[in-house]
């Protein structure tokens, strides 16, 4: 596998500037970082020997990648991000950050470990110079010295390559780079007094430093949360894992029996919608509306349902809150409640039973309304976490560990893969360009604010379908920022795709066929976009990509209210359907969702970088070793 | 063969159209009809006559008819029939009714079925005069001095004072199926012989049975034109025969928009007893499908209303999309209800079989340029945003320079011919490149131009 990445990494441009840096070339110039840039000599004139073996001896791992950009953009968003050193390759920066930052990096004291010592007087060296601390507790050393972006993503880096080399390296080398992590550590607490202090001025960025994603290694978990075990281990455990958690098929609601079953343990008594679409049997349609004040009064009255997860039930079924991230936020949170006001059974273990209370609230929110695939993954990896948990910590420790768990999904997957994507997506927007969107898409949103924050002229086309019209939400919000926008609806879009010159979607998830699933329509923006040569990005956070696989967008989907087709709100005239809706011959379709095919994507904006569609299954599965590894 | 007689009557023509041109000023093509029809003294009077008529046809009549059917009917009824009669007292006929036509036709480019009907009632009365004087001329016993030639001149223009014999040749030519080769190289001698004039001489040996002529073509023109409404009005049930053709048991039929044509064609379908099923897209914002869903269930059809968004999805799982054209191109290019372009493609994807269904009268003899714009109209953003929600951001009064927001709502859509499937007119199913040939039955060349 290093082998492999190797070449990758030479061919990427930023790593043939290592190779003129190694030759000892002043490369300032090509150095987008000033801190950068003076970091280099420094390093250099120390261990020249290791700089010149780092950029090819130590491959970036995909999963760390991002985790120089989660780093990057939680640094500061102001960080000039030069747009060339974004496109596909997801490791594109990584290079200059395990250039510049080479003399304090852990990692590679491990790698060359005959030259071990050389690594460790670099670090010292650079520490010495910056007056700054060690990589080992990077976490709290970037918000500490309040770093420039630049040396804090190089820092992060060194940590994170520490981890891939476990996986993958000889024992030896492990040894030598536990050695080399305890060496950092101690250098940390050396230093550690001051961090209080000045972490407690920049709270934001500090949380957002703990939120580092693909961080498995002994280093993070001593900072950050007192996750246990070594990853070594938990290396080992991934195969099984993954066999484990290989997708069930789902529930199918033309299968009698489970339907039965299932009725009889459900919290939530929904009523069958009565005309229902032959052709979506199998998925669940219940009357609209029916069940809401039901359920409200049963909210004191409910024996196993935590409080916090009934609300957020309640709000999914009324549609208060919506869209895939708001959705997995509110249960996430839902379940942070439910661990703190947990308390085990006697005669029952904590595993166990909280992970079948997790279930139970997590059919209960089905029966509400079906999970979004963001909501899967989030429930995957709360309950990993709970498997997870050791035996030997008390209770309280274990939800103290658990809570924090959440709290980092939250802010690594979701808040800060949203910066990141906002961070690359910025940069393939350009003076003049027009851009469509559709629907209202939470990441594209983000990342045309940002553009425009960034002085970028630009014109956005909104386009909206019914019945939700999300899209008039989107504009008055980017209206309210002064960006020009042009509105319209589903069926214009031919019209108004000639003057488009690139089209922004979002995703519900990206399926590992390439697939992408998202609210009902974009396929056939998508389609019509690459009709008219117009390249199509989806914004997604790596955390909705799912192993799953689907052609169309029947087999597996959502059903909205069939009522919401037949009245049109806000226009009274259009009423020739009002006396029909219970004839037998007329059916209303109301779907969500639908899957675009990967031909009509010309990319998919991820926190992993920009990749291919074809890469998508890549990003799923070095994902889902990473999240066990969490 | 190029015989004595030939030769002395080219002659003479040549002579006569030079002696022509001293006398009168160069007209509009369509005008040198009526010159060979009457007299040339009676024309100016007549002409203004005719454009002051109070017949003339308001310009907002357009704007009220809303389905092209509809629309043309009324165009023959009301104004064209009427019109036509009146004209017709007028004896200056085809230059008036084009006068009329170009109005109507710019009261509203884009129903660009008026065009094609004041296009056909056009081609009547040609093809009825060229009848006409193959019949006057049958009865003179003259040498067949056709040749290749002439035959290119003919397409049922009549030439002005030309001798009978030539006129002859010309009918003949055009009764005959015009053949590639006459469509295609236009008519080279027309270039070189100006299409003007009136002759003393001539004239006065054609005032005897000028009167009978001239009533008998109005009968005829009259009769043509029933015909037309009768075709037009019928072109419902034409297509709608073809439907058990076309759709099987257990079918799903994708459809949009609100199409009377498409509505009588799937219950066609349906009253002969195959049950299928059909989706039909809500069409917004204009809401045609509610519409047409309406009356699909109310004739018993399995109906499923489907958001605009879910065409794509429900595309895989519909075995054939039927739609209802606005008009058809010369190429084969349709414009349809909005949105159309986009259920196309999808069923291209899906290689969903895309039928259009079409009346005669909307198949169209111009060649789209740029159609989703030119043949487009934009109609009210208050259709998609509230004025009320959005007032404040569609103020174009205040502020500097352009407003922020804008609106776009297009009401038609145009579908290349490589999207389509087949056409199903009144004439039967053709492909989209069988478009061209088509025209060539319905309309004359010189009136493609209006």
Same mark, same amino acid.
């Given at each position: ?7 990758r990494?030479?061919v ?9 840096f190694?030759?000892?070339q002043?490369?300032s110039t090509?150095?987008p970082?000033?801190i ?17 073996? !780092? ?23 102001a960080?000039a ?10 490791r ?24 071990s010592?050389?690594?460790?007087v ?9 007056? !700054? ?18 040396l804090s *993503?190089?820092?992060?880096d ?13 024992k030896?080398?492990?040894r ?5 992590q305890r060496?950092a ?8 007094g /001051? ?11 500090t949380n ?6 693909a ?10 949360v007192a996750?246990?075990g070594?990853?070594? /281990?938990k290396?080992g455990?991934?195969e099984k ?10 529930m ?11 009725? %009889? %343990?459900?919290?939530?008594k929904?009523? *069958?919608?009565?005309n229902?679409?032959e052709?979506f049997?199998?998925l ?20 196993p ?7 957020v039930g309640l ?26 006001d ?7 273990t ?9 279930? !139970? ?14 909501m ?6 709360v ?6 948990l ?12 658990l809570q ?36 209202s ?7 045309l604010?940002?553009?425009?924050e960034l002085?970028k ?12 019209l ?8 980017l ?8 509105y319209?609806?589903i069926?214009a879009?031919?019209?108004i ?10 995703a ?9 699933y998202? %609210? ?33 967008s029947?087999?597996?989907n ?6 919401a ?23 209303f ?23 291919p569609?074809?890469s998508?299954?890549?990003?799923? %599965?070095e994902y ?7 | ?12 023509y ?14 509009p093509p369509a005008s040198?009809y009526?010159?060979?029809?009457f ?5 100016s ?19 009220r008819?809303?389905?092209?059917n ?5 165009? +023959? ?14 004896r ?8 009329v ?12 079925a008026?065009?094609?009907?004041v ?9 009825e ?23 290119v ?11 009978a ?12 199926p015009p053949?590639l080769?006459t +469509?295609?190289e ?20 054609k ?24 075709e ?12 058990i ?8 039929? +994708? ?8 509505l009588e064609?799937?219950c ?5 007893k ?51 054209a ?7 290019g349709?414009i ?5 372009n986009?259920?196309?493609l ?5 290689a969903?079989?895309?039928v259009?269904?079409a ?5 169209c003899?111009l ?6 714009? +030119?043949?487009?109209e934009?109609?009210?953003?208050s ?13 174009f009064?205040t502020?500097?320079?352009?407003p922020?927001?804008?609106?776009v ?7 290349p ?6 056409f199903?007119t009144d ?12 025209i060539?039955d ?9």
């Amino acid at each position: 596998m290093e082998s492999r990445r190797n070449p990758r990494a030479v061919v990427d441009p930023k790593v043939r500037q290592v190779g003129f840096f190694t030759s000892s070339q002043p490369d300032s110039t090509h150095q987008p970082d000033p801190i950068a840039s003076e970091s280099h000599p420094v390093a250099s004139s120390i261990s020249p020997s290791g700089n010149s073996l !780092s950029p090819v001896m130590i491959p970036p791992p995909r999963h760390n990648s991002s985790d120089t950009f989660l780093l990057r953009a939680a640094a500061a968003a102001a960080s000039a991000v030069s747009p060339s050193s974004f496109s596909y390759s997801t490791r594109r920066d990584f290079p200059d950050g395990s250039m510049t930052a080479s003399p304090g990096r852990v990692s590679r004291a491990s790698f060359s470990k005959p030259s071990s010592s050389l690594p460790g007087v670099g670090m010292d060296s650079m520490a010495a110079a910056k007056s !700054s601390s060690v990589p080992a507790s990077g976490l709290t050393t970037v918000s500490v010295v309040n770093m420039p972006p630049g040396l804090s *993503e190089k820092e992060s880096d060194q940590k994170k390559n520490s981890k891939p080399l476990k996986e993958k390296t000889t024992k030896a080398e492990r040894r030598a780079l536990q050695e080399a992590q305890r060496a950092a550590k101690a250098a940390a607490k050396a230093e550690g007094g /001051k961090a209080p202090l000045v972490s407690s001025g920049s709270v934001a960025s500090t949380n957002v430093k703990a939120a580092k994603p693909a961080k498995p290694s002994s280093q993070k978990n001593d900072v950050a949360v007192a996750a246990p075990g070594p990853s070594e /281990k938990k290396g080992g455990q991934t195969e099984k894992d993954r066999k484990k958690d290989a997708p069930h098929p789902r529930m199918q609601y033309d299968d009698e029996s489970r339907v039965v079953k299932a009725k %009889r %343990r459900a919290v939530v008594k929904q009523t *069958e919608a009565k005309n229902r679409v032959e052709l979506f049997r199998h998925l669940p349609q219940y009357e609209h509306g029916t069940q809401l004040p039901d359920l409200e009064t049963k909210f004191f009255q409910l024996d196993p349902m935590h409080p916090a997860v009934y609300k957020v039930g309640l709000q999914y079924l009324s549609g208060d809150i919506s869209g895939g991230n708001a959705r997995c936020i509110a249960m996430l949170q839902a379940f942070q409640e439910v661990v703190k006001d947990y308390s085990t059974p006697s005669e029952k273990t904590l595993n166990r039973d909280m992970t079948a209370k997790i279930s !139970s609230y997590v059919s209960f929110l089905i029966e509400c309304r079906p999970l979004s695939v963001s909501m899967g993954n989030a429930i995957r990896f709360v309950k990993n976490r709970i498997a997870k948990l050791p035996i030997t910590l008390s209770e309280s420790e274990a939800k103290a560990a658990l809570q924090s768990d959440i709290e980092r999904f939250i802010n690594e997957k979701i808040i800060m893969a949203d910066t990141v994507i906002v961070k690359h997506a910025v940069t393939k927007i350009r003076d003049g360009d027009v851009l469509l969107t559709y629907g209202s898409p939470t990441a594209v949103e983000m990342v045309l604010l940002h553009a425009h924050e960034l002085k970028k002229k630009f014109r956005v086309l909104v386009v909206d379908s019914r019945p939700k019209l999300e899209g008039q939400l989107l504009l008055r919000r980017l209206i309210k920022r002064g960006i020009s926008c042009t509105y319209t609806h589903i069926n214009a879009v031919s019209y108004i795709m000639h003057e488009v010159t690139k089209v922004f979607l979002g995703a519900s998830s990206v399926l590992s066929n390439g697939t992408v699933y998202s %609210r009902v329509g974009t396929a056939c923006v998508a389609m019509v976009a690459s009709a008219f040569r117009v390249p199509v990005l989806v914004c997604c956070e790596a955390y909705k990509f799912h192993e799953r696989v689907q052609l169309d967008s029947i087999c597996s989907n959502e059903l909205g209210d069939p009522n919401a087709i037949s009245k049109v709100h806000g226009r009274e005239d259009i009423n020739y359907l009002d006396g029909l809706t219970n004839n037998a011959n007329l059916q209303f379709l109301n779907l969500m969702y639908d899957a675009t095919p990967s031909d009509y994507i010309s990319m998919i904006i991820t926190d992993y970088g920009m990749v291919p569609p074809t890469s998508v299954p890549v990003i799923v %599965r070095e994902y889902q070793k990473e999240h066990s590894l969490v | 063969i190029y015989t004595k007689e030939f030769f002395l009557e080219r002659l003479s023509y040549w002579a006569f159209v030079s002696a022509a041109q001293t006398l009168r000023p160069i007209k509009p093509p369509a005008s040198h009809y009526l010159v060979f029809l009457f007299n040339s003294v009676s024309l100016s009077p007549e002409y203004s006559l005719s454009t002051s008529s109070p017949h003339r046809s308001p310009p907002s009549h357009s704007h009220r008819c809303r389905t092209c059917n509809r629309w043309c009917l009324s165009l +023959l009824t009301s104004s064209g029939n009427v019109r036509l009669r009146d004209l017709k007292l007028q004896r200056d006929a085809p230059w008036s009714f084009l006068a009329v036509g170009a109005q109507l036709v710019a009261a509203n480019p884009v129903e660009l079925a008026v065009g094609n009907v004041v296009r056909r009632v056009l081609h009547i009365i040609r093809e009825e005069d060229l009848s006409l004087a193959t019949a006057a001329v049958a009865g003179l016993d003259l040498l067949d001095a056709s040749d290749d030639d002439e035959d290119v001149n003919g397409k049922g223009i009549g030439y002005p004072g030309m001798s009978a014999a030539v006129v002859a040749a010309a009918a003949r030519s055009t009764l005959r199926p015009p053949s590639l080769q006459t +469509l295609l190289e236009g008519t080279p001698e027309s270039a070189t012989v100006p299409y003007t004039s009136s002759s003393g001489a001539d004239s006065e040996s054609k005032t005897a049975d000028k009167s009978s002529i001239t009533r008998k073509l109005k009968h005829d023109v009259i009769e043509g034109v029933n015909q037309l409404i009768h075709e037009i009005a019928g072109c419902h049930e034409q297509i709608a025969e073809q439907a058990i053709e076309h759709i099987h048991q257990n079918e799903v039929i +994708l459809t949009l928009g609100s199409s009377r044509t498409v509505l009588e064609f799937l219950c066609a379908a349906k009253e002969k007893k195959r049950s299928f099923r059909v989706f039909v897209a809500e069409g917004a914002p204009r809401y045609q499908g509610h519409l047409l869903a309406k009356e699909l269930v109310a004739r018993g059809l399995q109906t499923t209303v489907i958001t605009d968004s879910a065409v794509f999805a429900m595309i895989s799982r519909v075995n054939m999309v039927i739609i209802g054209a606005h008009a058809v191109m010369a190429n084969g290019g349709v414009i349809g209800p909005v949105g159309v372009n986009m259920a196309a493609l999808a069923a291209k994807k899906h290689a969903v079989p895309f039928v259009v269904l079409a009346g005669s009268h909307k198949l169209c003899p111009l060649y789209p340029h740029n159609p989703e714009v +030119l043949l487009n109209e934009l109609r009210s953003p208050s259709e998609l945003l509230d004025f009320g929600e959005f007032s404040d951001c569609l103020d174009f009064g205040t502020g500097s320079g352009s407003p922020l927001l804008q609106v776009v709502n297009p009401t038609f859509d145009y579908v290349p011919p490589s999207l389509v499937s087949l056409f199903i007119t009144d004439t039967g199913g053709h492909n989209p490149s069988y478009m061209y040939r088509l025209i060539a039955d319905y309309y004359s060349a010189d009136d493609l131009v209006m």
